[in-house]
């Protein structure tokens, strides 16, 4: 019914800077949250940044001053700048939307796939 499809992930090296894409696609009526959560090895998922269908946007601690979420409602895509990545950010990275189904005009979130993110030297 709705796929998000993920983007931009790749290996990069402390300080350096990644900018991940998020598309969705399918029976969309309308678009509310947006975010971006992480995931490593034997830890839960956490919240980096969510963003409101008007442009509001929160931030965990961990990449505040460092990442910007920002979006395209015309596009129905959520994006994540991620500058001065620490190795600490290695995970990998999803987005989440709240949608709005044509179908039924009910509210259901939806995942992206996941992309990996690694920063090592």
């Known amino acids: 019914q709705v796929q998000l499809v993920e983007s931009g992930g790749g290996l990069v090296q402390p300080g350096g800077s990644l900018r991940l894409s998020c598309a969705a696609s399918g029976m969309i009526g309308n678009i509310n949250a947006m975010g971006w959560y992480r995931q490593t090895q034997g830890k839960q998922r956490e919240l980096v940044a969510v963003i409101s269908r008007g442009g509001d946007t929160n931030y965990a601690d961990s990449g505040k001053g460092r990442f910007a979420i920002s979006r395209d409602n015309h596009a129905n895509t959520v994006y994540l700048q991620m500058n001065s990545l620490k190795p600490e950010d290695t995970a990998v990275y999803y987005c989440?939307?709240?949608?709005?189904?044509?179908?039924?005009?009910?509210?259901?979130?939806?995942w992206g796939q996941g992309t990996q993110v690694t920063v090592s030297s």
């Open positions: 989440k939307m709240s949608v709005q189904l044509v179908t039924t005009w009910q509210w259901n979130d939806y």
